[in-house]
């Protein structure tokens, strides 16, 4: 056996999969152990589901496999001592639901291994990580592996835009059902590709059911997001930087440090937050500060303050930074502080005081970028729009969702939107937008070339404004408007957001720089047939094929 093997995200090593240390910066034992709270969780799942068919309700695994899954996504926790505080809790709960069963009278195979093991030094869990039956690979068959991880991808994808719903006290059960369906189903080897196929489109369909709970949790608590532009300078005031998604703890973070002195600037997938009303009464709300993700080694270092994650994307730090950053919710990284919420609140005392003793950010650039084209916001200007395609002003639209990366393949989405014709606009949504939200694109009639919906799970507002399009001009089909996808990939919340667009019926997307090194080949051509899945190859074929 390798000393690991993953291939979950983009950059995994040849494009077949890390096996000695992830690209991510995961170390075997962390990979094995994010394994092993899956196949933990696995067996929650596959109880859970006994337990509804006898009509039993288990909620304390919901959302405890909804958090579960979210650790496990690429850059997200590093932390092994955190990993086994989750693993022997799953085992609990595990054990907790057996119980409960048994005492129900209900027949269980306590045969199964997913069942009955245990294990409680971290010796013994770092040796069940390494056992056979937990790694990705216990799946012999190709084909059939590749079905169960696209679509346990797609499951870790949904789970972070749950988790974030929750956290503002939106959920709707039937995504934790499915979740659970999910999860049990992949442990079921009687289920051929055809069986899983089906259920991977299911993924899709709720897939987009969280992120419609997710984009109604956000703009029911924040307002809808609306155009605004948003300052790339700083301040000479101490700051904190906070970084990822959940828009709860930024708040938190917002009121905590009113009349303390300290500024707070967004990075990377949380500069959307600044579309947002409720964020706009903040004065020291400063700005975004930096690009994309895989930027932030050079940029934490200029930052100078302490940086908060509120969940992916960390690049593992070296050095004094460490000790600058503190990680919140699913995201972890050892050495760094983990603030944990007490009551559905979090205390940033620490971050606040730590910002106060250290010197301003160091300016990087200056000027503004402009965002804030959620649906609700291309709504208000769908007369502007709808009249701009009616005369041709508008040709196309290309939607070039999703993650950057490091890739120097990357550039490919730079020189892609610098070279598009000026009579098409992009639609884009996720930390994508960084390699060219800050070209000078122009305008047609007052309609910003560049139309920025939000974080990934704002992919949705893209897939309403399609829908609304497509509603106006009275089609039949989605695929008759003039929109053409060139999306890029990342990690597990691109998945659920392709599957989502495989879901609502969108053909002939195009992903890339490179496609899923999960995907066997017999599953690509699948992909490839049914749906039209294809990669990039240089710019100007694409964009000649695009427009051809």
Known sequence: MENMFCFQCQETARGTGCTKVGVCGKQPETANLQDLLIYSLKGISSLVVQAKEEGIEIREADLFVIHGLFMTITNANFDNNRFIEVITEALAIRDSIKRTLVNKNIKLDLSSDILTWTASTSEEFKAKSESNEVSVLATENEDIRSLRELIIYGVKGLSAY????????????????????????????????????????????????????????????????????????????????????????????????????????????????????????????????????????????????????????????????????????????????????????????EIIELAKTLPAPTEIETGKIVGGFAHAQVFALADKVVDAVKTGAIKKFFVMAGCDGRMKSRDYYTEFADKLPKDTVILTAGCAKFRYNKLDLGDIGGIPRLLDAGQCNDSYSLAVIALKLKEIFALEDINELPIAYNIAWYEQKAVIVLLALLYLGVKDIHLGPSLPGFLSPNVANVLVETFGIAGIRSVDEDIKMFLG
């Open 162 to 349: 749950t988790h974030h719903a929750f956290n503002l006290g939106f959920e709707d059960t039937k995504i934790y059902d499915f979740v659970h369906k999910a999860l049990s189903a992949l442990l079921d080897d009687s289920l051929g590709a055809d069986e899983l196929v089906a259920l991977t489109l299911e993924t899709g369909q709720f897939g987009v059911e969280a992120m419609a709970i997710l984009d109604k949790a956000n703009t029911t608590k924040y307002g809808n997001p609306e155009i605004t532009e948003v300052n790339i300078g700083v301040s000479n005031k101490p700051a904190i930087l906070i970084s990822g998604h959940d828009l709860k703890d930024l708040e938190q973070l917002m009121e905590q440090t009113q009349g303390t002195g300290v500024d707070v600037y967004t990075h990377s997938e949380m500069l959307p937050a600044h579309y947002y009303p409720a964020f706009k009464k903040y004065d020291n709300f400063i700005g975004n500060y930096g690009n994309a993700w895989w930027a932030q080694k050079k940029e934490f270092a200029s930052f100078n303050g302490p940086i908060l994650f509120t969940t992916n994307c960390i690049v593992p730090p070296k050095g004094e930074v460490v000790n600058r950053i503190f990680t919140s919710g699913a995201s972890g990284f050892p050495g760094c502080k983990h603030i944990v919420a007490v009551d559905g609140k979090k205390d940033f005392t």
